[in-house]
């Protein structure tokens, strides 16, 4: 792999935040998945969940937060137990696809993933939320499927054209492609729109692909 390859292969692993998705990009919240120990605090609140699920068997609502706690302790098979539970009670219900989605990513079932968030995607409101489209992209990308995470981040940049983290990715998956201009374009969109986080990794690109940044975007200085 070469060095402008190498950099690009970098840059997109940081496309994986984008799959735990910010409040911003979520219809109804989220929780996080970590590698936490078992903590007392947690089980005792599963426990309250759990006789809960008894007394009220018909709201998805709670195998939600039990879920929710599950990923917290990093028992992800139990989280997509539970999350599996909430969609038999809510099947129309995006965000309980959307994190069963991040679940089975963290999981390394790409598979399983994608069909969740494809699901995620089609249950949004349209048009309003980034976060099942932007983790779909990233799923594609780890599946080399690049032009179908394009297209994914394509209608993250329709639905939030502001925030300047989708053109980056656009740009990096362009370059994966060799295709030169269009990697261009999102790249500099990037940083016009004030891109941060990735600033330095997309000048790198830039200049890879020949764009003399001092003259022409006056950035790198």
């Known amino acids: 792999m070469n060095a402008k390859r190498r950099l690009v292969s970098e ?11 910010t409040t911003t990009t979520t219809e109804n919240g989220n929780y996080n998945i970590t590698d936490a120990k078992p ?5 005792s609140k599963l426990r309250k969940l759990e006789e809960d699920t008894v007394k ?20 992800c ?10 969609i038999q009670l ?9 994190h069963l989605g991040r679940v089975f990513l963290s999981m390394s079932d790409l598979s399983a993933a994608e069909k969740k968030f494809r699901d ?17 992209g990233w ?4 599946k080399k499927d690049v032009d179908g995470a394009i297209a ?11 925030n300047p983290v989708f053109y980056f990715f656009l740009g990096s998956l362009h370059d994966m492609k060799g295709d030169r201009e269009p990697a261009i374009h999102n790249l500099r969109e990037y940083l016009a729109r004030g891109g941060v986080t990735y600033r330095k990794k997309t000048s790198d690109i830039l200049r890879s692909l020949g764009v003399d940044l001092e003259e022409d975007l006056g950035v790198g200085r």
């Not at 840059?11 to 799959?19: D, Q, R, W």
């Not at 809510?90 to 959307?98: D, G, I, L, R, T």
């Not at 409101?125 to 489209?133: A, D, I, L, S």
């Not at 394509?154 to 939030?160: A, N, P, R, S, Y």
């Open 11 to 21: 840059t997109l692993f940081f496309v994986a935040l984008l799959a735990g998705c």
């Open 39 to 43: 903590d007392s605090i947690l089980d």
């Open 56 to 75: 009220y068997p018909l709201r998805a609502d709670l195998h939600y937060e039990i879920a929710s706690l599950h990923a917290k302790k990093g028992e």
């Open 77 to 86: 098979r139990e989280s997509a137990k539970a999350l599996e539970r909430a």
């Open 90 to 98: 809510a099947p129309e219900e995006a965000k309980y696809h959307f």
């Open 120 to 136: 995620a995607a089609k249950l949004s409101r349209e048009g309003r939320y980034t976060g099942p489209r932007a983790a779909l």
């Open 139 to 142: 799923t594609l990308s780890l």
């Open 152 to 162: 994914e981040f394509g209608k993250c940049v329709e639905i939030d054209p502001g």
